[in-house]
């Protein structure tokens, strides 16, 4: 079951939203891509929670902050989609759209020279 535009819209704002609030302090593009993985393979979402729980427990002080604001993002998010399945779907573009984000981010940071302020578009 295909997200639709409007589902998508709604996950990429969360996303950057979140991103912009955290100043930074997040975790790194391969972790990123590792949820986005996970998601897509998670037969449940319990499964999938399992997993970033287990990240946060692992996870030193800035990324356990940033770990646990996103697990915040994620579970309001579960109300907008309609089935588990779909659900899972979102989180996978959830984390996919972070990754790159995260890059533009990180390289908008780096032209500036600067960390901490964004190029606005």
Avoid: W
């Amino acid at each position: 079951m295909a997200l639709t535009g409007d589902e998508k819209k709604y996950i990429i704002n969360r996303m950057q939203s979140l991103i912009d609030t955290s100043r930074g302090k997040i975790i790194n593009d391969t972790q990123i891509r590792k949820y986005a993985s996970m998601a897509s393979q998670a037969d449940c979402k319990e499964e999938f929670f399992n997993y970033l729980h287990y990240q946060i427990g692992r996870a030193p002080g800035h990324e356990k902050n940033f770990l646990r604001s996103v697990l915040d993002e994620i579970t309001k998010m579960e109300n907008k989609f309609s089935d588990e399945e779909k659900y899972l779907e979102a989180l996978a573009y959830f984390f996919g759209y972070m990754a790159r984000y995260k890059k533009f981010v990180d390289k908008s940071d780096d032209a500036q020279g600067e960390k901490g302020k964004r190029r606005q578009y």
